[in-house]
């Protein structure tokens, strides 16, 4: 059966004028066509009708689909604001709305130009390089950050402080991370302000030693009945 269902938000405060961030998580089983398909729309209303503005067009949602969507609204005015999430999947499927967040858009945005370097050979560090946020969430120019905090594999490594540091929005800024064994690891990037954290940017490398994959195509041919093989991968 085709989809035909909403889900629509309690009804959350909002100042004229001021721009908010809002991100959607979504679930699905469903790995292959036909996809779960959602638009998400925002009102002044908790109805169907009430659901005027478009946040996010008709967009397939899959298994694969694992980061966040994301927008900016603008309130017009102060007052409740609703969002609807409508799955219009064409045939029978499920879609679950996993996570929604609203952040005032003067948060940092995320930092960007993120490049992990591994140490050289076996070596159990890394050089992590990033630009720090220009911009707010909304893509104004950004006037100061608190700090900003590295994160790897969920244990902070890294704090950059405005007083410590001495950097602004957009400046370049680098550190070596030592790690205990090799692997991959995340590292995640947050920027901080008067509004709290920004939005995160992240990236995941391979640190330390390397071990080798196992060969492929292993073939051992006899040169005839001479005893003689030939082992080639």
């Given amino acids: 059966l085709a ?3 909403w889900l629509i938000t309690p009804g959350v405060n909002l100042k004229g004028g001021r721009k908010y961030y809002v991100e959607l998580t979504f679930r699905t089983f469903q790995m292959q066509p036909p996809y779960a398909e959602v638009e998400v729309k925002t009102g002044n209303s908790a109805t169907i009708g009430g659901m005027t503005n478009t946040l996010i067009a008709p967009t397939d949602i899959s298994e694969l689909s694992k980061a966040p969507f994301s927008t900016i609204i603008e309130a017009e005015a102060d007052g409740k604001y609703y969002i609807g999430v409508h799955a219009i999947t064409e045939e029978s ?5 996993q996570k929604i967040v609203i952040k005032d858009a003067t948060m940092p945005g995320p930092a960007t130009d993120l490049v992990i ?7 159990l560090d890394a050089i992590v390089e ?10 104004a120019p950004l006037t100061s950050i608190d700090r900003i905090e590295v994160v790897r594999g969920g244990m902070l490594v890294k704090t950059f402080t ?4 001495n950097f602004k929005p957009g400046d370049a800024l680098s550190f070596e991370d030592a790690v205990w064994s090799p692997g991959n690891y995340q590292w995640v990037i947050t920027a901080y302000n008067e ?7 992240s990236a995941i490398e391979y640190v330390g030693l390397a071990v080798p994959a196992m060969p492929q195509n292993v073939k051992a041919v006899e040169e005839g009945n001479t005893g003689r093989v030939t082992l080639s991968w």
């Fill in 117 to 123: 370097t591994p140490g050289p050979d076996d070596a």
């Fill in 93 to 97: 499927n499920w879609v679950q709305v």
């Fill in 195 to 201: 509004d709290g954290a920004g939005l995160e940017a």
């Fill in 3 to 5: 989809m035909d269902d």
């Fill in 130 to 139: 990033f630009k720090a946020p220009a911009t707010d969430a909304a893509g």
């Fill in 162 to 165: 405005k007083e410590t540091d």
